[in-house]
């Protein structure tokens, strides 16, 4: 009886990793982050001045989450 629960056990586990694994697979992976790098690198010398990362980012202080959300969503990452 012991060997049987653990094989269950043992399957079980094996099916969820594999699901959890295949599941959350994006289109095109890191496209939000490499975007918001390649900007940062460009633009990250201006500070909070007008075009600067901290300009912009105090501009979304209350929809950020959305914003990057919807971002992510429209370039498959």
């Not at 994006?26 to 918001?36: E, H, K, M, S, V």
Request: proline fraction near 3%; charge should be positive.
């Amino acid at each position: 009886m012991r060997k049987r629960t653990a094989l269950t056990v043992a399957i079980g586990a094996a099916c969820l990793t594999a699901s959890a694994a295949l599941g959350g697979q994006p289109a095109n992976p890191g496209c939000f982050g490499q975007d918001r790098a390649a900007y940062a690198n460009e633009n990250g010398s201006l500070g909070h001045d007008f075009g600067g990362v901290g300009y912009y980012a105090s501009l979304r202080a209350g929809d950020n989450g959305a914003i990057n959300q919807a971002y992510k969503d429209s370039c498959g990452g």
